[in-house]
T-cell receptor
């Protein structure tokens, strides 16, 4: 496996379900991100983890819960979602150079297409 | 005011022509600038990074940055049908991890 891998690629869930999205990076990076991409809208940053510490949390509803057990894995736990949460969820990684500095170059996974019924 | 603005297009150019994509940003303290390409149904792919004023060339791609005007552009020379995609401009401020994306410009290259 190389690059950034996301599973599942497609997910359909009801509003009362609980599901999780998984991301794994094989690039040796130490920062990982969740972005949301909705039609006709810019990518929205949801969460950032650097060395397993959450460093950005962009006012995301609590029905989205991230988890970063180590620098290679990132999860997004989903519960009681709304139809407007249907979107493409993209995981990305980047290399942190020092302190709070990183290259800023993002490497994306293929995304998880989520549909909430 | 949107933080990163791009013309949504579509921009249509004939094969072999130069495609010019433009982007403006609002945060004057921004330090890092990126162009990503996103094919339909795929995820964004980094194609250019630029950090200082001027031009940066990589193959058929040239990124141009003017911090005084808060303007960044991407030129694609000898455009090919395979260049047809949405191009996303992204901007990052000083330090931190927050990268702001524009909504993207759709480019069509006609054979």
């Amino acid at each position: 496996e190389t690059g950034v891998t996301q599973t599942p690629r497609h997910l359909v869930m009801g509003m009362t379900n609980k599901k999780s999205l998984k991301c794994e990076q094989h690039l040796g990076h130490n920062a990982m991100y969740w972005y949301k991409q909705s039609a006709k809208k810019p990518l929205e940053l949801m969460f950032v983890y650097s060395l397993e510490e959450r460093v950005e949390n962009n006012s995301v509803p609590s029905r989205f819960s991230p988890e970063c057990p180590n620098s290679s894995h990132l999860f997004l736990h989903l519960h009681t979602l709304q139809p407007e949460d249907s979107a493409l969820y993209l995981c990305a990684s980047s290399h942190r150079t020092s302190g709070r500095t990183n290259t800023g170059e993002l490497f994306f996974g293929e995304g998880s297409r989520l549909t909430v019924l | 005011q949107k933080e990163v603005e791009q013309n949504s297009g579509p921009l249509s150019v004939p094969e072999g022509a130069i495609a010019s994509l433009n982007c403006t940003y609002s945060d004057r303290g921004s330090q890092s600038f990126f162009w990503y390409r996103q094919y339909s149904g795929k995820s964004p792919e980094l194609i250019m990074s630029i950090y200082s004023n001027g031009d940066k060339e990589d193959g058929r791609f040239t990124a141009q940055l003017n911090k005084a005007s808060q303007y960044v552009s991407l030129l694609i020379r000898d455009s090919q049908p395979s260049d047809s995609a949405t191009y996303l401009c992204a901007v990052r401020g000083t330090g931190g991890f927050k990268t702001i994306f524009g909504a993207g410009t759709r480019l069509f290259v006609k054979a």
